[in-house]
């Protein structure tokens, strides 16, 4: 399979993400992740991208692009994958079909987490992550409370609240996620590619909602 996950900053894509990843052998492309990393070690792209992310805004189309290009031109580009937060723009959708016509790759569905504004921002106050590279485990203090409050179960590491998860720089965000998701969303629906995923209730919930749309788009496709 070679999905998208489409949908606000703090939908829930990057916990359904990591679940399709581990579930069906899915590469995990998360071009957050890849760029807090990036920051974190100092790297130029990182430098460059690092004013961007601290204040909630998409870094320029040409750095995001170049990173996720740089992953599939290496010598084992990623046959089956999960992109979780790329594309966010219509130019970064367009420059990714680039890659993926390069390598024949086909996408196999685009799904678009909805969830109301009130409720991601109530969300992300709640939410924690894990800042080990190769972990990055995410807790939500309601709906999945770590073991022991303010530690991975995993890796025993102390959890922190992402920098860009302060409500204001939410609010900022989703502007920004407004403003591009109608083209974007466009682009795919008329490529039959893009379908809705219900992005309230518990995470199994959504994760058998987004099982039950991908056979379903399976079965269109034959
Ligand atoms: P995320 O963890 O996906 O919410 O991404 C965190 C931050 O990384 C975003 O607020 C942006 O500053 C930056 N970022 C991640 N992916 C992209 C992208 N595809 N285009 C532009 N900026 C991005």
């Not at 290009?69 to 219509?90: H, I, K, M, S």
């Not at 790759?105 to 590279?133: H, M, N, Y």
Request: hydrophobic content about 35%.
């Amino acid at each position: 399979m070679r999905l998208i996950l489409l949908g606000p900053p703090g939908c829930g894509k990057g916990t359904q993400a990591k679940l399709l990843s581990e579930r069906n052998g899915l590469e995990h492309i998360g071009t957050g992740d890849i760029l807090r990393e990036a920051i974190r070690q100092q790297t130029p792209a990182g430098l460059r991208a690092h004013p961007y992310v601290e204040k909630g805004q998409l870094v320029p189309d040409d750095l995001v692009n170049d990173v996720v290009a740089e992953r599939f031109n290496l010598n084992d580009p990623p046959e089956c994958f999960v992109l979780d937060g790329y594309p966010r723009t219509l130019a970064q959708a367009v420059a990714f079909d680039q890659v993926l016509r390069q390598h024949y790759f086909d996408l196999t569905a685009v799904l678009l987490f909805q969830i109301s504004d009130e409720e991601i921002i109530a969300r992300v106050g709640e939410r924690w992550s894990c800042p080990k590279p190769g972990c990055k485990a995410t807790y939500h203090t309601q709906s999945k409370p770590p073991k022991v409050p303010g530690i991975c179960d995993y890796c025993g590491t102390k959890l922190i609240q992402r920098e860009d998860d302060r409500p204001e720089t939410v609010k900022a965000r989703l502007v920004v996620y407004h403003k591009n998701i109608g083209p974007l969303a466009g682009y795919y629906r008329v490529q039959e590619l893009l379908r809705e995923v219900p992005g309230h209730g518990a995470i199994e919930q959504v994760y058998a909602n987004i099982m039950t749309i991908l056979n379903e788009q399976a079965k269109r496709k034959c």
